[in-house]
């Protein structure tokens, strides 16, 4: 646990409640990280002992906040993304490795902190278990000839598990980039069943919407994407993926976020960039007016069916890590961009500046689904800023350049406390949790280096803070 300055808009009542000034307002709450297991330091709870083929631990931790999702009580799963491929070892591969995906479960506590100093609340945080993805069904792995690499089918996949793993070449190269047997995943995203037996999770190389069975990890769902959104000539390498095809999501830039509806009947997916078809597409004055035009799709969860498409325009992120639904038509979408910690080596000009979730309303808005992108830019849904999360972190002292990590991605809802409006009644007081990508990297390169570990932002709402909104949790 990292403590910075007490907020001094806040004082502690009692466990669980706070009182706030009049003026309402998003309230820092606690800031943890989870580094330490019962394994050991930086290692997870999947019991796998090789090494990768870059020759990091197969079962290091790392990138855990690429999606977080909360379940009930102090549990919540996290979910880190295709694996540990900052470190330069193969290029033929975008240096991805057969790190196989997983989510983890997460015990977090929040109790106040009666020290008089730093945030109103600790967070203490557990892990319990690792689960891995696998389809009972064979899956396509790539043999690795002529690009420096070993078969990229996983060791302990057995005749009856075969694993899901982040090597770029885990693709049938005759089939397009939505082929459901393809064994190469990135997932981003992950939201979990009302009856808490599902694990949906989106990724980036389909773009794929998955159903798995929460305690076991095997797929049981697929949730087809439109056609256009994929790429019909898959490559290893991202960049030749996007010099090759005109059509598809860009590559490394898929479906990032993915939301749930309150009444567990949909799902909201949303595109961490521009499909490439809308980015290109020129005017009458050879400008690209939807460069920044992401699509969000819903989807019906019983008949697995896209059912609408709406758009969302970027005006100050390069792009969008989550969706989160308020209620069952209004979201927070995560908007950010690149810089902060481990975003790069220059701390002079590396400073955290975008990490925005605004706030979007889908009760109508028009479907895009057959608008091509300059059509579809007229059309995008109305969007308002929900919270600034470095102007947050930054008022409860924390740097923009070492405190605040470059890519804070996963976003959920927690369990709500108490605290008192400016009359002195008590209110529900709404808890959000932020988390980063660490990209699995320990520390930075900087000198010297700084540590980056995985965290937790937790902030506090109120029914002043929705702009008349109301809120509806998933799970009570």
């Avoid at 990091?56 to 919540?76: E, F, I, K, Q």
């Avoid at 961490?272 to 400008?287: I, R, T």
């Avoid at 009359?423 to 980063?436: E, I, K, S």
């Avoid at 900087?446 to 809120?471: E, K, M, R």
């Amino acid at each position: 646990m990292t403590f910075v300055r007490r907020n001094s808009s806040l004082v502690l009542l009692a466990a669980g409640m706070i009182a706030a000034q009049s003026n309402a307002q998003i309230t820092v709450l606690a800031i943890g990280n989870l580094t330490q297991t019962s394994a050991g330091s930086n290692v997870d709870l999947s019991g796998l002992t090789y090494k990768l083929e870059n020759q990091a631990p197969a079962n290091l931790l790392g990138g855990l906040g690429s999606g977080l999702t909360y379940v009930s009580a102090d549990t919540y799963l996290a979910l880190p993304d295709r694996g540990p491929n900052a470190m330069p070892f193969d290029s033929a591969i975008d240096d991805t490795d057969s790190y196989i995906n997983r989510f983890h479960t997460i015990r977090m506590g929040l109790s106040r902190n009666t020290t008089g100093k730093g945030l109103p609340f600790n967070l203490v945080s557990m892990m319990q278990s690792t689960t891995l993805l696998w389809s009972p069904d064979k899956l396509v792995y790539g043999t690795g000839a002529g690009l420096g690499v070993g078969s990229g089918a996983p060791a302990v996949n057995t005749s009856l598990q075969h694993f899901f793993t982040g090597r770029s070449d885990n693709f049938d190269p005759t089939k397009n980039s939505g082929a459901p047997l393809d064994a190469r995943f990135d997932s981003e995203s992950i939201r979990v069943s009302n009856d808490g037996q599902t694990v949906y999770i989106s990724d980036e190389y389909g773009p794929y919407i998955y159903g798995f069975d929460r305690s076991t990890g095997r797929r049981t769902r697929f949730f087809k994407m439109p056609d256009n959104f994929y790429v019909p000539l898959c490559s290893p390498i991202g960049a030749n993926e996007i010099a090759n095809n005109t059509v598809g999501r860009t590559a490394n830039k898929g479906m990032e976020g993915l939301a749930i509806t309150p009444d567990g009947k949909t799902l909201v997916g949303i595109m961490q960039n521009a499909l490439l078809q809308d980015a290109n597409e020129l005017d009458s004055k050879g400008k690209k007016p939807a460069a920044n035009l992401l699509r969000i799709v819903t989807v019906d969860i019983a008949s697995a069916t896209v059912t609408h498409q709406y758009g969302y325009l970027l005006t100050t992120g390069s792009g969008v890590s989550d969706i989160l639904a308020l209620n069952n038509h209004e979201f927070l979408v995560d908007e950010r961009d690149g810089r902060g910690r481990e975003g790069g080596n220059n701390l002079t000009s590396n400073d955290a500046r975008v990490k925005q979730p605004f706030k979007i309303d889908l009760n109508g808005a028009t479907d895009i689904s057959a608008m091509d992108g300059i059509t579809a830019v007229q059309n995008v849904v109305a969007k308002t800023l929900f919270l600034d999360i470095v102007q947050a972190l930054v008022g409860v002292g924390l740097d923009p350049t070492k405190d605040i990590p470059a890519k804070i991605e996963g976003i959920t809802f927690g369990p709500t406390l108490k605290t008192t409006d400016k009359t002195g009644n008590t209110v529900p007081l709404y808890t959000l949790w932020v988390a980063n990508d660490n990209d699995f990297v320990l520390a930075t390169n900087d000198v010297p280096p700084i540590p980056n570990p995985n965290q937790f932002f937790v902030f506090g709402f109120t029914d002043a803070d929705l702009g008349g909104s109301t809120f509806v949790p998933q799970f009570k």
